[in-house]
């Protein structure tokens, strides 16, 4: 069975079903796509199932025409929320998020639930894929069992594996395309046919188990959430000196070896950095451990917009003005530079915390042009103003939230009355430009 599905994997002959159509499933989907792969893609967003099915995207980096192409013309792409097509697939590659609930701990239900749906149509020969981010034993400890209770068995009936996903919105060095991914299985013959897939599409790495590749990709993200706290401390120190953090960065960083530069910023957003850290945290309660890096991290990085607060109340403060009663513009809300997403960005707290303060606060952000309810804001629900150098003139303060490509920064410079810039845009000094 084994060599029968890695032969119709190399013979383009398997279907990949893809549960979980956001920013990691469209772009795996573009992937096999591209290399010739029939893909049916399950959501519960019936939004969103209906936009692919004319062949429309969503997602800002996945073209209409690349879509329309496979959906209307090759007819290699199909789009469902009928669970019941997953027994027409070959592969089920699991790509629905993981977020914290209210307290931190983590939210399994959408892989709980996905793989529910799966047990239902599970039979001989799927192979069954994780690649949200989740603690080490998610694989084998929580959806295995629902499978198995199904009377099939791992490694001998169906497969399963884990291959953590990497994508990075916005980089336009690296895609799913050509980022090297993990790959493991429960049993040696599940690695196999887990790796015969991927590696028609990318590099791949193979480790021994699922908890090996589930661990290693909370060691990525707790790296860069743990050396962005490191630079956002020293951000706060360095201001109460008087030195400039990021000039110091940029020296540092011309050492040639044992150092990589990370670089402070208003507090950390996107699905993975703020979140997949405490999934481990979580999960170490369970062997009496506790996770201090992780747990100093997420305490100095959750400050961040409260430091950006208070900066803004000294700048206008220099200007005799107080926060209460100020027009403040956001310039930017999404979570980092040229992407379209908004999720758990600091922009959110910023906006709130403002607010709370008395203030009137507006947004600028081309790439989100309304934005909310959020989880942790339900009731939130704003609009992106117009963009006009009379419009940036007619705000006491603009505070550099995101630092897009497309913004016009000097012409922003020549009219804001004062600006607090927390992504260092502006390098040089000037008398209207405070850094927080
Ligand atoms: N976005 C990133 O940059 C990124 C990078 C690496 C890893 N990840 C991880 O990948 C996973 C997915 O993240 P994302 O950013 O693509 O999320 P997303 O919210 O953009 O997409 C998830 C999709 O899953 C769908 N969904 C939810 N429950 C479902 C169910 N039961 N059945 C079918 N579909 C369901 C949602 O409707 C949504 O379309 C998360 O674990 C995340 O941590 C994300």
Not at 293 to 320: C, D, R
Request: charged share 25%.
């Amino acid at each position: 069975m084994k060599n029968k599905l890695c032969s119709k994997v190399v013979a383009r002959e398997a279907v990949i079903g893809i549960i979980g159509l956001g920013y990691v499933g469209l772009p795996l989907a573009r992937e096999f796509l591209k290399e010739g792969f029939k893909v049916c893609g399950f959501d519960v967003d019936l939004n969103k199932v209906e936009m692919l099915k004319t062949g429309q995207s969503y997602i800002k980096h996945i073209q209409d025409d690349f879509l329309k192409k496979h959906v209307l013309e090759t007819k290699k792409l199909t789009a469902t929320s009928d669970f019941a097509r997953l027994a027409d697939v070959d592969y089920i590659l699991v790509c629905v998020p993981t977020p914290l609930g209210k307290h931190r701990n983590p939210d399994l239900s959408y892989v709980l639930n996905s793989t529910r749906s799966i047990a239902q149509h599970l039979r001989t020969g799927h192979v069954v894929v994780l690649e949200s981010s989740t603690y080490p034993g998610t694989t084998e400890d929580d959806m295995m069992p629902i499978l198995e209770a199904t009377g099939l068995k791992v490694g001998v009936d169906y497969y399963l594996g884990y291959s953590p996903e990497r994508e990075d919105p916005g980089n336009k060095d690296f895609s799913t395309g050509t980022i090297p991914k993990i790959v493991s299985g429960v049993t040696p013959d599940c690695l196999e046919v887990v790796d015969c897939l991927y590696r028609e599409i990318v590099t791949t790495v193979r480790v021994s188990t699922p908890k090996v590749a589930e661990a290693s990709k909370i060691l990525e993200n707790t790296y860069r959430a743990v050396n962005i706290a490191m630079v956002n401390e020293l951000k706060m120190l360095f201001d109460r000196m008087g030195i400039n953090v990021w000039e110091v960065i940029d020296a540092a960083k011309s050492k040639p070896f044992g150092f990589q530069a990370f670089y402070p910023g208003p507090g950390l957003g996107g699905h993975c950095i703020p979140i997949d850290p405490y999934y481990l945290t979580w999960k170490a309660k369970e062997y009496e451990f506790t996770t201090r890096f992780i747990e100093l991290a997420g305490e100095i990085n959750t400050q961040q917009p409260y430091f950006v607060v208070q900066k803004a109340g000294a700048a206008l403060n220099q200007h005799n003005k107080s926060l209460r009663g100020s027009r403040i513009l956001l310039l930017g809300v999404a979570y980092k530079k040229d992407i379209d997403d908004v999720r758990e960005s600091p922009a959110l707290t910023l906006h709130e915390l403002i607010v709370k303060q008395g203030a009137l606060v507006d947004y600028y952000d081309p790439f989100i042009p309304e934005t909310g309810p959020h989880r942790h804001f339900p009731g939130m629900k704003l609009r992106s103003i117009v963009y006009s150098p009379a419009a940036i003139a007619s705000y006491d303060l603009v505070i550099v939230v995101t630092d897009h490509s497309s913004f016009a920064y000097d012409e922003i410079l020549a009219n804001a009355q004062l600006i607090l810039d927390t992504r260092n845009v502006y390098r040089l000094a000037h008398e209207k430009v405070f850094k927080a």
